[in-house]
């Protein structure tokens, strides 16, 4: 029988989304070496070497921890990641003698997020296989070092998502988390993209703004992926909208979360805040225009990425569906007015060719006749709210265009955004 090593690191304390215009591979952040180095020569957790694995044998450091299992907890046979550096698995293996693969519940650029049977704990929980590739390899290890540091501040567990443990198997490091329910994409995706009731959005802005306030550091990536319901129960309720539907039919209702709690996952992009932090940052539909100007970023990124999520909640679709940025800064502009001349006076060489005579080189410099009818269709964003919100529409609107400001310095801050009529109107209404 073969026996596993495993080097294994428990904490002690802790116990291609479908839009209309498809994400595309290019619009998905990459880890930049400014960030990548951030922790490196630090000691985190007991790994202070990234040296991968002579195959065929697993990851064996002199702190390995030599793991006894019956038969049934044996290894499976060792296999050559794919061509991209993904971990190949079969459901019902193990994933070292403790855990049993039981789904895969995603994937992304990082690697795949698998649900597992923890034997020891008698639980299910998600483990996140990052790709052996070497820059994915050191984001993870930031990401274990940010989680520990945030773990050491939530202590009820009640921002984000908790980490169980992490071990490093196969070249692969394996990030081991609590199972949340699904996040606000899939949510909105299987509900047939139906936007959700605004009493709803309320709640899951307030503790996105509780979230950012207490953050001591920039997720830089925040997006409806990265949003999970803590609970993965629903209602089905009857959905007034879909007039032309027949109570029998299915589509006459929608789902609706029993629970409106949420948690933050994905911390590998994590940064604090430091000087000349201009590489581009967050997934494209939720972009700041900072970034794409490439005028330097900070924490104000993260709450233009809050505003555009809400946004989406309450109408279904990404507010900015595009992946060329002179075609998002015009979708910007049709949705909430000119670009001020003093940021497009400071844009970096990089953007200078989306500029011409002072002001957005549109639509002069559009790609395409199909690209001027994308940004064309766009509704103002008071015209767009109101079209999906029946009540609060002036107050989210006002909340919005505080959260979307152009100007980074003018942005509300997530301590002045839970001030804002649309909370404290509601908290009076109770």
């Known amino acids: 029988m073969e026996m596993e090593r495993v080097t294994e690191f428990p904490f002690s304390n802790l116990d291609r989304r479908p839009r209309k215009r498809a994400r595309l591979g290019w619009d998905v952040p ?60 079969a459901l019902g293996e193990n994933l070292t003698s403790r855990y049993k693969i039981h789904s895969k519940m995603g994937e992304g650029t990082f690697g795949q997020v698998l649900e597992c049977w923890d034997r020891e704990r008698k639980e299910m929980v998600a483990i996140k296989i990052v790709r052996g590739i070497k820059k994915y390899r050191e984001a993870a290890m930031i990401e274990i070092e940010v989680l520990q540091q945030l773990a050491k501040h939530d202590k009820g567990g009640n921002r984000c998502v908790q980490i169980r443990n992490w071990f490093d198997y196969r ?14 994409y899939d949510f909105l995706r299987k509900n047939n993209y139906r936007s959700f009731p605004i009493d709803l959005v309320r709640e899951i802005a307030r503790q996105l703004l509780e979230f950012m306030h207490d953050l001591c550091m920039i997720h830089t ?53 430091r000087p000349d932090q201009n590489y581009i940052v967050s997934t494209r539909h939720y972009r700041a225009p900072e970034v794409i100007l490439g005028l330097g970023w ?24 595009t992946h060329e940025n002179l075609e998002h800064l015009a979708m910007m502009e049709r949705v909430l007015g000119p670009l001020p001349q003093h940021m497009l006076k400071r844009v970096d060489r990089h953007a200078e060719k989306y500029v011409r005579r002072g002001r957005l080189d549109w639509p002069e410099g559009a790609a395409s006749r199909e690209s001027i009818k994308s940004v064309m269709k766009l509704p103002r964003l008071q015209n ?26 003018d942005r509300l801050t997530a301590r002045e955004a839970l001030r804002h009529p649309f909370f404290t109107r509601d908290q009076l209404r109770r």
Request: aromatic share 10%; hydrophobic share 35%.
């Open 384 to 409: 767009l709210i109101m079209q999906h919100v029946d009540h609060s529409a002036g107050d989210l609107t006002h909340l919005l265009q505080g959260l979307l400001r152009y100007d980074p310095t």
């Open 171 to 184: 070249n692969h490091i394996c990030i081991v988390f609590e199972k949340l329910g699904s996040s606000l």
């Open 221 to 273: 990536d925040l997006k409806p992926e990265n949003v999970l319901l803590v609970s993965s129960e629903y209602i089905k309720v009857p959905d007034y909208k879909s007039s032309s539907h027949t109570p029998k039919d299915s589509s006459y209702f929608k789902r609706m979360p029993k629970s409106s709690a949420i948690k933050v996952i994905d911390f590998g992009s994590t940064t604090y805040e």
């Open 30 to 89: 990459q880890v930049p070496k400014a960030q990548v180095g951030l922790f490196c020569g630090q000691e985190v957790g007991n790994v202070t070497s990234f040296a991968p694995p002579r195959a065929p044998s697993d990851h064996v450091t002199s702190s390995s921890l030599f793991v006894k299992g019956l038969a049934r907890n044996g290894s499976p046979p060792w296999r050559e990641d794919d061509k991209d550096g993904h971990y190949m698995f």
């Open 298 to 321: 900070t924490y104000p990124c993260d709450i233009w990425s809050v505003g555009c999520i809400l946004v989406e909640l309450c109408t279904g679709e990404a507010l900015f569906q």
